[in-house]
């Protein structure tokens, strides 16, 4: 007999998206996000449309979904639509005592609700167990794991005809997800029917047209949400009933033991996602002991690695976990840690005792712990106890204490910092820090072309080493590390070499004439069906490439990333890259990055590689596409800060950019050209404000509409990401409706007088 939870009030969320209606649901004894897409978007449309209803749970990063198609025959189309039900919500809890056919010993918990079928409807395809085998499914091109399907069974309820349940044990042998489907007792004109068909490879079902009653459920170990008041600082409670939308979604995605990187394909771990987020919200999180904050900074700080400080990127838990292992003949059922976000310069200190892998994962830590510990007075208060806790997650890290973890990370970051730092050392690119050998991916931008085929990141190089620099320097001065008596002025000493002589090696001038034959050429190739606005560019033109090739030659590739150094924690020292910055972000593409539905985190209209146009697409990952947190609120952040810095300095006499006393009037022209950017970049996040909470958006361009009451026609439509093709035909990615660091709007706002 089934119970129900009843927390009051329960976490309720409803997010359309279209096509993708999200429905949220959160209470003491479980957790689970619902997506219906009904129809799915396609770009084949000579194929039957496909659609689907799945279930998320974050604890194991589980999942469930079912695609259902229409009978070949009919003519009418198919829809599916949730009901609502007699709580006044499309899900309620549903809980299943732990002797209920469990081997797990645990309560099978999960949601319940109704659903509709308009005709008649053929079961086609079943995945039950982690979100990550529905994602190589969706996302690779109809990529299946055999073994995985060869355990869903599809039965009658009670050996009748009036009800299916569909099932499969996962491979820990214990843990069983579930999917119960049953007409409604005592209907006649919505009562529907289901037959099972036994085919010779495999067992579908027949849905006829009705309402059905649906539970989906299984037996693993839930996590506690965390409620909004245990969330936010007290003072900022206000917003629970201010901005009830994205309140509840980061409290979905906030547990007591760690915070989860988006929903629904992101329902676990991912450490830069952890710490950005904690970067760009840490004003308004609880802090404190079992506070947000601690509760962010002791999940990253539990899985760095004690062997050599790597910070873990992404943990591979629950089903899809032991799926991997049966792969290969074995039985595993505890979590892995992967990390391979992990930076590695040349340095000879290091070549022996890690493997050499991606980048920008470690350099976070000492700057949220600094920011953290070292920059509020509950950190300060804190510092001693925080850092002396043990521990216990990973068996070769119990005992270690949180100081011992985190001075292994900033030892290994000094230690790739010092062959740049040498006399001499900033001669050659080769001493900057690089992607492993064979590695197309290593920071945010972890497409396989998300950085075109560079080797060396830009951000990773001129914002967060310095910065990571100089928050070990912080972190040094304020006892954290108190055996290291020199930390302090090494680190602050590389990190000035870094600030002033990293950006060179990144830095590109294209003269005015060859930027617009650029631009032109990259219209006339068909990768932008808009005006070339070579009118835009009047003066030479300088970009930050987004990376340098193998042999230290620049991708020109525009991009977004100046403001990595983790929310601009400390005053960007070059005037020139804040030029460049604004520069793009006050041109409208694809002479620099603006548009109407947001900044674009990506422009390859002035790289010479005619690859790099058909890589960067409206379709792209990390193309021609905006990103809420990267293009939008760290950009927003970072203009406030450096703006924020250079007004202090008319009050203090401090100069906060080490070329305004060489150049006073290249100085105050950037700061106003930062003052109308900021303005310009507020306004656009203000017309797109529906879509901030969303991971990624996209647009086309439409000839018949008119750009901002200008005279030439055609302006930039907001689209999906998922309804554009990619690049190379692949399965296309489905941006989460809510991601965790798009959040990030809740501690932003908007300061009119940096505008003026």
């Known amino acids: 007999m089934a119970t129900f939870a009843k927390t009051e009030p329960p976490l309720y969320l409803h997010v359309f998206d279209p096509p993708f209606e999200n429905y949220f649901y959160a209470d003491d004894s479980v957790s689970c996000q619902a997506v219906l897409a009904s129809p799915l978007p396609r770009t084949d449309h ?68 109704l659903v509709e079928f308009s005709n008649t409807a053929i079961l086609s395809l ?15 091109n109809g990529i299946l794991n055999p073994k995985v399907q060869a355990g869903v069974r599809i039965r009658e309820i009670d050996g009748t005809k009036r009800g299916i349940r569909i099932s499969r044990v996962w491979f820990d042998g214990k843990t069983t997800t579930q999917l119960t489907f049953a007409p409604i007792d005592g209907a006649t004109k919505d009562t529907g029917a289901i037959d099972i068909i036994n085919g010779d490879y495999e067992t579908t079902a027949r849905f006829a047209p009705g309402l059905y009653f649906f539970e989906a459920h299984m037996d693993f170990p839930q996590i506690p949400y965390m409620h909004p008041t245990q969330l936010l600082k007290p003072s900022f409670h206000h917003l629970i009933s201010l901005q009830p939308d994205p309140v509840q979604s980061l409290s979905f995605l906030c547990t007591s033991k760690k915070i989860l990187a988006g929903a629904w394909r992101f329902l676990t771990y991912f450490g830069r996602d952890s710490m950005i987020t904690f970067l760009l919200l840490n004003s308004i999180l609880s802090e404190g002991e079992h506070g947000a904050i601690e509760t962010v ?42 990390y391979k976000m992990v930076a590695l310069a040349f340095a000879h200190s290091l070549s022996q005792r890690i493997d050499p892998s991606q980048v920008d994962t470690d350099f976070f830590l000492p700057i949220a712990m600094k920011q953290y510990l070292v920059d509020t007075s509950v950190g300060r208060e804190r510092l001693v106890p925080f850092l002396r806790t043990r521990a216990a997650l990973i068996p070769s890290n119990e005992g270690k204490t949180y100081g011992q973890l985190l001075k292994c990370t900033c030892e290994k970051i000094l230690s790739l910092s010092e062959l740049f730092s040498e006399p001499g050392g900033q001669t050659t690119y080769k001493n900057l820090v690089a992607l492993k050998d064979g590695q197309p991916v290593g920071q945010w931008r972890d497409s396989n072309d998300g950085l075109g085929g560079g080797r060396y990141p830009y951000d990773v190089n001129t914002a967060l080493m310095p910065a990571a620099l100089r928050a070990i320097a912080g972190l040094a001065r304020a006892g954290a590390f108190q055996e290291e008596d020199g930390w302090d002025s090494l680190a602050n000493r590389r990190a000035s070499v870094w ?37 835009q560019i009047d003066e030479d033109l300088c970009l930050q490439a987004v990376a340098l090739r193998d042999d230290g030659s620049p991708i020109e590739i525009m991009h977004t990333d100046a403001f990595h150094s983790s929310d601009s924690v400390c005053v960007y020292q070059h005037l020139l890259a804040l030029d460049i910055l604004t520069s793009s972000i006050l041109r409208t593409f694809p002479a620099g990055l603006y548009t109407s539905v947001g900044v674009l985190i990506a422009n390859p209209a002035y790289s010479f590689d005619p690859s790099h146009a058909r890589m960067f697409t409206t379709g792209a990952y990390h193309g021609t596409v905006v990103w809420a947190w990267n293009s939008l609120a760290m950009l927003a952040k970072g203009l406030e800060v450096q703006l924020c810095a250079m007004n202090a300095a008319e009050k203090t006499g401090i100069d906060p950019v080490t070329t305004k006393s060489t150049d006073p009037d290249f100085y105050n022209n950037v700061r106003a050209k930062m003052k109308h950017a900021y303005k310009k970049l507020w306004d656009v996040i203000e017309v797109n404000a529906r879509h901030l909470s969303e991971e990624v958006w ?59």
């Open 46 to 113: 000579e194929s039957p449309a496909l659609h689907r209803l799945l279930f998320a749970w974050p604890a194991g990063n589980s999942g469930a979904a079912v695609f259902f198609k229409p009978v070949e025959t009919e003519d009418s189309d198919l829809g599916i639509e949730l009901k609502t039900g007699p709580h006044g919500r499309t899900l309620d809890a549903i809980k299943y005592e732990s002797d209920y056919a469990s081997r797990s010993g645990c309560p099978s918990v999960g949601v319940s609700g």
């Open 499 to 535: 600030e002033t002589s990293s950006l060179n090696f990144f830095t590109v001038k294209i003269p005015r004439i060859e930027a617009q034959q650029r631009l032109e050429r990259y219209k006339s190739s068909g990768a932008f069906l808009g005006p070339s606005r070579t009118d």
């Open 126 to 140: 079943a995945i039950l167990g982690s979100v990550r085998s529905i994602r190589d499914y969706t996302e690779g």
């Open 698 to 756: 996209s647009w086309r361009w439409d000839e018949n509409a008119r750009w901002n009451r200008e005279n030439d026609k055609g302006e930039f439509v907001f689209a999906p990401l998922s309804h554009l093709p990619t690049p190379d035909g692949a399965g296309q990615t489905e941006s989460n409706a809510r991601q965790l660091w798009s959040l990030a709007f809740l501690a932003l706002e908007r300061w009119r007088e940096l505008e003026v």
């Open 297 to 338: 900074l002791s999940a990253v700080l539990e899985r760095v690695s004690c062997i050599d400080g790597s910070v873990c990127h992404e943990e591979n838990i629950g089903d899809y976990l032991a799926a991997q292992a049966a792969l290969y003949g074995e039985v595993d059922s505890e979590p892995q840690y992967d």
